[in-house]
């Protein structure tokens, strides 16, 4: 592993870092902030999984987690959102290829080989974590950002136990259903349909949902709302009976502006979750 930066941060030290990846095969960058009571003992960990066109600089430099995860002694992940460098498939469209993983294990040509962001954010990125950083393994809290709030759930539902909290900002809750999942999910896992349902909240809502509670914040005046579907994850929290809370904020569009104002509620809810 390679430091590529680390910087001071509100007593703490944001810190940015380059390893080889298995799962990937290529090299991935990956931002960490450590709070300073890392310094002294190892402290739980909030994973923050971004969206399309970002890589793990965006939420690390606009969120403003920061703060709020000093003042409650979490670390805070920062990983990239797909594979990344010349000899790795691409795509001329923003929402596919590079900077457009969708947290999945690609099957298909031209994606296989490099697009595997289930086992990366699932197993590569925490062996490095935990061999390397003062963090507590069974402490572990996930949020995310639209196709990586997508990425939060589906990771918090498929790994039970790992987290003990999830939550989102705008995140795409039923890809199966919308343009920003069809399209991915078609070109990373094929056409049979069966094997995308791991990967869609709303669904996996039906078939076991989240032992714990959830978080999701999302802006009414959202410009990609009709692709994200909050109702669909709605309709299915209140069918399962999921604990959590649904949250319209009034007025808010898709942006990091959103995403910070609701920052510290989301680490808060953490917190208390990794508390207990
Ligand atoms: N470039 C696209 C829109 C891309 C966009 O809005 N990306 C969002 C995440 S969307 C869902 O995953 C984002 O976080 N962008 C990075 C940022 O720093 O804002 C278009 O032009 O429509």
Redesign the pocket.
Known sequence: METISENRCFGGVQGVYRHPSKATGCDMTFGLFLPAEAALHPVPLLWYL?????THE?AMT?AGLQAHAAAHGLAVVFPDTSPRGDGVADDPA??LGQGAGFYVNATQAPWAPHFRMWDYIADDLPRVLFANFALEEDRQAITG????GHGALTMAMGLQDRFASVSAFSP?TNPTASD?GRKQFTAYLGPDESTWRAHDATLLLQTGGFDGEMLIDQGSADQ?LDLLRPEALAHAMAATRQPGLLRMQKGYD???FFISTFAGDHVAFHAQALSR
Do not use: P, V
């Open positions: 971004s969206g399309l066109t970002c965006n606009k923003y929402d950002h639209s196709m990586g795409i920003w990609f898709h942006s990091y």
